[in-house]
């Protein structure tokens, strides 16, 4: 888990990261992971991104960041040699067509 992409990104050269929200810091974090990890999603909750439409776009520029909505993350029991897992549960309310 990381707080800031631009202390902790290096730790992630090569990975893929999981980004959990959908709104500025979430957008522009993912943007600048993308300098280490080779990919990078951002799941929220949300049908749609609540980030302000600048970083919206730079999301969606960007090959590297997959975005997934109306996900929401669950942390899973530890496991013998792993911290943490988690799983991506799709919400049960579907967003309006």
Do not use: Q
């Amino acid at each position: 888990m990381l707080f800031c992409a631009t202390c902790d990104g290096a730790f992630y050269r090569e990975g893929e990261v999981l980004v959990v929200g959908g709104g500025n810091s979430a957008g522009e974090e993912s943007v600048i992971l993308t300098r280490f990890a080779k990919k990078v999603t951002i799941v929220t909750k949300d049908p749609h991104l609540s980030a302000s439409r600048v970083a919206a776009a730079k999301v969606a520029e960007h090959p590297s960041v997959e975005v997934r909505t109306s996900i929401t993350p669950v942390e899973l029991p530890a496991t013998p040699g792993c911290s943490r897992w988690w799983s991506l549960t799709p919400n049960r309310t579907r967003p309006p067509s």
